[in-house]
Nanobody, 120 residues
Framework: QVQLVESGGGLVQAGGSLRLSCAASGRIFSVNVMGWYRQAPGKLRELVALSISGGTPNYADSVKGRFTISRDNAKNMVYLQMDSLKPEDTAVYYC??????????????WGQGTLVTVSS
């Protein structure tokens, strides 16, 4: 079984920082894409940041210059460093990964979600 487990959400004041972590575990052959999405109350889920193996990270315009995505490929982990947080960043943040298993199945997985609340 392959799964994603997230950690690092919480409550922070505007202007503060948080770091989210996500670990992929199980029978993994390769992880091609890892990213973060978020869903605020009453809104659709949206892309926050995406890391494609060998490529340049992509960011939503609303987080450019404030959020940084990084990966530890040896550990199959992805991180999201969030700085200069704003109340409008409040949302449930989901890790996403596109994985090839050891039996060469191609899977797209989601983490369980972690709540980030930014107070004004």
């Amino acid at each position: 079984q392959v799964q994603l487990v997230e950690s690092g959400g919480g409550l922070v004041q505007a202007g503060g920082s948080l770091r989210l972590s996500c670990a992929a575990s199980g029978r993994i052959f390769s992880v091609n894409v890892m990213g973060w999405y978020r869903q605020a109350p009453g809104k659709l889920r949206e892309l926050v940041a995406l890391s494609i193996s060998g490529g340049t990270p992509n960011y939503a315009d609303s987080v450019k210059g404030r959020f940084t995505i990084s990966r530890d490929n040896a550990k199959n982990m992805v991180y999201l460093q969030m700085d200069s947080l704003k109340p409008e960043d409040t949302a449930v943040y989901y890790c996403n990964a596109r994985i090839v298993t050891t039996t060469f199945r191609h899977l797209e997985l989601w983490g369980q979600g972690t709540l980030v609340t930014v107070s004004s």
